[in-house]
Structures are given as structure tokens and as C-alpha cells.
């Protein structure tokens, strides 16, 4: 089996940047943090990819951004095609 090498109990990383958001959960006007964490996808068979996510520093929700999620949808389509 090749491709990705998957490391196993990796944690979400806090990659620093915060930003303003209304959490759409806990409906505080608060800070998001940005977190990197890996995903697995099923796109023609497993695809994991290190995805960057908002979370809100509140109630930990993790905060959908168009933005960061259409990266990580190319980073799935790049690793469907190796
Ligand atoms: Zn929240």
C-alpha cells in the first residue's frame, strides 16, 4: 500500500490566529482560533489531509468557513490523483 503515511493519536494543532466571529452554536460574539487536524476522506478510496479549521474559543465548536474548507477539498482532490 502507498500514498499517505498516517500518523496515528495526532492531536488538533493550534496554529495561532485568531479571528472575530458570532458562533453560530453558542451565539457569542467571541474569538475563533484556527486549528490544523487531519481528516479522512473517502474519495476513491482513503484520503487523509491535514485540513485547517476555526474553532470557537468558547464552546469548541468547530466553525464552518468556506474559505478554509475549500482548500482542504483541493488538497482531497490532489490526493485522489497520485
Ligand atoms: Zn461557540
Same mark, same amino acid.
Not at 453560530?24 to 457569542?28: G, K
Given at each position: 500500500m502507498r500514498g499517505h503515511e498516517y500518523k496515528s493519536g495526532q492531536e488538533d494543532v493550534e496554529i495561532g490566529g485568531e479571528m472575530d466571529i458570532t458562533c453560530?452554536?453558542? @451565539? @457569542?460574539h467571541t474569538k475563533a482560533k484556527m486549528v490544523s487536524k487531519y481528516e479522512s476522506y473517502s474519495a476513491h478510496g482513503q484520503v487523509v489531509v491535514e485540513a485547517e479549521v476555526v474553532v470557537c474559543s468558547k464552546c469548541d465548536n468547530e466553525i464552518f468557513d468556506e474559505e478554509l474548507d475549500g482548500v482542504t477539498i483541493d488538497k482531497v482532490y490532489q490526493g485522489t490523483k497520485q
Open positions: 453560530p452554536y453558542c @451565539e @457569542e
